[in-house]
């Protein structure tokens, strides 16, 4: 009792060390900061679908719409005929427009039409907007995931990463705002289709595309031009010369002279 500093209780002695002995639990508890919240995707097999769906319409759809708008600023001095080179230029501005396209909409507004219109977003993998810088990095990839085995790989790691993804940090997840985003991808995709059909030329502005395709894709491929059509030869017609009548004079016939009589 005398060792006891001077305004210290038994009671005090008794759970000084009770509190000492929960601090070593407490920190395996709680061994650093909370770990990150795992990302919100819902049934795997429906989040696949839904991620190559949105794919199709951003590439698709939209790479559509872009070309047969790029297409009439081509063909603006060919009367609306479209060459091999200036086939070749489509499909150039095309494949930019498209990279820009996908990383402004991702880095700025988190998420492209196409994505909105199933419910899905970009973000950093620990929470918070992508940025552009992050976006840029995974758009650039996406040609290497198409190729090689990018989305198998977003169907079997946890956070459902392709090699963008893993690069650059990101992760697709649900949106926050659930219908809404549905909603939003159908009004903006509504509102560029109908801006192109009604400034590009429409259903025909489409037929042309088609055929252009159809036309000239093979030799993109094939890194050659393609062969002119052969056309028939005409069928040569047959003149028959007008001969002019002649100018020399028919001889005329002479009389045979007649012998006289003498008597």
Known sequence: MLDRPAGQSPQTEQSAPQASALQPEARQIFPGPPPPVAPDHGDVGAYIVRRTLALLVDLVFVGALIAMAARVWITRTS??????????????????????????????????PGKLLFGLVVGRLHGGRAGLGRTFVRELLLPLDLVVIGFLLAA??????????????????NSKIGALAPLLGILVLGAGGYATL???????????????????????????????????APTPVETIPLVPPSSTPHPTPTPAPTGSTTT
């Open 198 to 232: 009604e400034y590009a030329g429409g259903v025909g502005a489409a037929q042309h595309l088609a055929t252009d395709a159809s036309r000239y894709a093979s030799g993109l491929i094939t890194r050659s031009s393609p062969s002119p059509t052969a056309t028939a």
């Open 156 to 173: 079997l790691l946890p956070r459902r990463q392709r090699i963008g993804d893993l690069i650059a940090g990101t992760v697709v997840v």
């Open 79 to 112: 009367n609306g005929e479209l060459s091999f080179g200036g086939f070749l230029q489509l499909t150039l501005v095309v494949a930019i427009a498209l990279f820009a396209y996908r990383w402004l909409f991702s880095g700025v507004f988190g998420s492209t």
